[in-house]
């Protein structure tokens, strides 16, 4: 009896086993998950293991929801219980770009392997881990085999943009996309202590099946970048050259060898590590090599994600007391910086593992182009260019007032929790109002829009009566990064510079030259200041004193004609007085 008992468990295992068996390990590393067989995967999990919960999120452009799985050692969980925890947590996110789907089918024997081993579930027992399935939804339906033309394997896999074409990394500040909106929602109810996001990257060819990019230690900021910069990025490199990945920070090169050096990517809050950045979250991607070959590439992927569960297990406690420290003293600060640059006089050398590149003439185009030889790897350092000073910053404002007509943005705040109090009537407030002087314009679309750059302001100080039901926005709240980032003109990744408030650029009213003419002769007799201006600038400017267009508008432009609207900046700032 006790052998047919023990022969029924060996096949009720093995069944069992068999169930949880990714499409992954069945091809033998060739092969990845569609989205359905993801969400089975996941479905069947939650069912059987009362630690795994499945929580539909919000909406995406595909038409399918969010999907976020949840491991926790005490039992089913959902987003007011996870909010509520004392526990570490770590949101992981995968399939942004569903052609780099190594993360999809890590993260699958991840929380597999954890639920099934007892030790590994006591072992994180004091963790929250979060896992996006799939971000990009619609590009993991548009399933195909060539859209990544280099990379060796899977057989085939999702396409880079979105159900309308976004590319979903480039989103997270804009938030152009129903992805976008339901992600902010997830990452706002975990506030991860680390985020993962993770990709598959060709800059170069190297030795490295893993790059990692952390986000830029200096934009972090503090002690908190300090801790990023100087023992997770360090702790995790050891951990996994224990487990045989050796890794190297992300190399960004185009078209070039490394050889001559490079810098740490910067992710401005568009990108996803960016974002997270602004509310204190320890980010970073991992990057896998796509000229490895992709059963490398996963199992390089599952191994950096028990890293990461291992440092945050070990240091959770300190890192929510860093992050803690982080928003307290964002919250004194009196400037912040808004615009950053490479510190060339700070590098460090990093002992590289590449293979000789060399320009050889192209059978096809009879010019150079670059060539790496496998046979000639080598093992030197390399100029690592990791440290950003500041550019530009600017004064820390008391508060923002934004006219309630601008529905867009203040709907963008409302999804980041931003606390906003509407204003309970009609009232005239010493506000600083910023003119846009100046601002160049890409000439190709990009993710959606014509976006600005180099954008400069010119401050002034006036009285501005504001309407009831506008909202004033207090700066000193947690989302006080996100609020700096997106409503200075002149930050990179602003409203402004992703065209929120382009009907600013364009005038409204104007004048009829003929009818003008006898007007303009007027003004400039009434205001002697404004003829010497004029008189001047036709004396130095050849151009403008042949272009009698110009003469006419910039004497209307300088009365008080001019539309008070155009150029003028709806976000107002409230400066302390004392």
């Known amino acids: 009896m006790r052998f047919l008992f023990l022969l029924i468990l060996l096949f009720v295992s093995n069944t069992y086993a068999q169930k949880f068996q990714t499409v992954f390990e069945k091809s033998n590393g060739t092969k990845t998950s569609t989205y359905h067989e993801v969400l089975i995967f996941y479905s069947d999990l939650s069912q059987k293991y009362n630690e795994i919960s499945l929580i539909e999120m919000g909406e995406t452009d595909s038409g399918y929801p969010l999907q976020l799985v949840v491991f926790n050692f005490d039992g089913k969980i959902d987003l007011e219980n996870i909010k509520k925890t004392n526990k570490s947590t770590i949101l992981i996110n995968n399939g942004i770009h569903p052609g780099e789907p190594d993360g999809i089918d890590a993260s699958m024997l991840l929380?597999?392997?954890?639920?099934?081993?007892?030790?590994?579930?006591?072992?994180?027992?004091?963790?929250i881990i979060c896992v996006i399935p799939v971000y990009n939804i619609g590009g993991s339906l548009n399933r195909n085999s060539n859209s990544r033309v280099n990379q060796n394997g899977p057989k085939s896999y999702g396409f880079r943009g979105n159900a309308r074409n976004f590319d979903l990394n480039r989103d997270f500040i804009k938030t152009?996309?129903?992805?976008?909106?339901?992600?902010?929602?997830?990452?706002?109810?975990?506030?991860?202590?680390?985020?993962?996001?993770?990709?598959?990257?060709?800059?170069?060819?190297?030795?490295?099946?893993l790059t990692h990019l952390f986000t830029q230690h200096n934009k972090l900021g503090g002690k908190l970048g300090t801790f990023l910069n100087q023992k997770m990025m360090p702790e995790m490199e050891k951990s996994l050259k224990k487990k045989g990945f050796i890794m190297?920070?992300?190399?960004?090169?185009?078209?070039?060898?490394?050889?001559?050096?490079?810098?740490?990517?910067?992710?401005t809050p568009r990108y996803s590590t960016g974002y997270t950045t602004l509310f204190q979250t320890l980010g970073f991607m991992v990057e896998t090599h796509m000229l490895k070959p992709y059963k490398q590439r996963v199992e390089g992927t599952y191994e950096w994600m028990f890293s990461a569960l291992d440092f945050l297990e070990k240091n959770g406690k300190t890192i929510s007391k860093l992050r803690k420290e982080s928003r307290k003293d964002f919250l004194s600060k009196k400037t912040y910086p808004i615009q950053w640059e490479i510190d060339s006089s700070k590098t460090s050398k990093l002992l590289f593992k590449g293979y000789e590149g060399e320009f050889i003439k192209s059978e096809i185009t009879g010019l150079?182009?670059?060539?790496?030889?496998?046979?000639?790897?080598?093992?030197?350092?390399?100029?690592?260019?990791?440290?950003?000073?500041?550019?530009?910053?600017?004064?820390i404002p008391e508060a923002y007032i934004i006219p309630q007509g601008w529905w867009k943005v203040l709907d963008r705040l409302r999804n980041n929790q931003i606390e906003m109090i509407p204003l309970s009537k009609d009232t005239v407030i010493s506000v600083e109002v910023m003119q846009i002087e100046d601002y160049k314009t890409r000439k190709g679309a990009y993710e959606g829009h014509y976006a600005h750059f180099n954008t400069t302001v010119v401050k002034s100080n006036k009285k501005v009566t504001f309407k009831k039901g506008d909202f004033l926005i207090p700066v000193k709240q947690n989302g006080i990064r996100y609020l700096l980032e997106t409503l200075e003109p002149e930050a990179p990744d602003s409203f402004f510079n992703w065209n929120f408030f382009d009907t600013i650029l364009q005038?409204?009213?104007?004048?009829?030259?003929?009818?003008?003419?006898?007007?303009?002769?007027?003004?400039?007799?009434?205001?002697?200041?404004?003829?010497?201006?004029?008189?001047?600038l036709k004396k130095e400017d050849k151009s403008f004193n042949n272009n009698w267009y110009e003469q006419l508008n910039f004497i209307y432009k300088n009365s008080k004609y001019q539309e008070n609207a155009y150029l003028q900046y709806p976000v107002y700032r409230v400066i302390d007085q004392n």
């Not at 081993?117 to 963790?127: A, G, I, S, T, V």
């Not at 030889?373 to 000073?389: A, E, G, L």
């Open 368 to 395: 150079n182009r670059l060539k790496y030889n496998r046979s000639k790897p080598y093992t030197r350092p390399v100029t690592y260019y990791n440290s950003f000073k500041v550019k530009k910053e600017i004064e």
């Open 507 to 536: 005038r409204k009213e104007g004048f009829s030259p003929y009818v003008f003419e006898d007007l303009a002769i007027e003004i400039l007799n009434n205001n002697a200041d404004l003829k010497s201006r004029f008189e001047m």
């Open 176 to 209: 152009d996309t129903k992805n976008a909106r339901a992600f902010t929602e997830i990452f706002h109810w975990i506030d991860p202590d680390i985020f993962i996001d993770n990709h598959v990257s060709n800059g170069a060819d190297y030795q490295y099946t």
């Open 111 to 127: 929380l597999r392997n954890i639920v099934q081993n007892d030790q590994l579930k006591e072992k994180y027992k004091n963790l």
């Open 248 to 267: 190297t920070p992300y190399v960004n090169v185009f078209n070039r060898v490394p050889d001559s050096g490079f810098s740490q990517f910067f992710d």
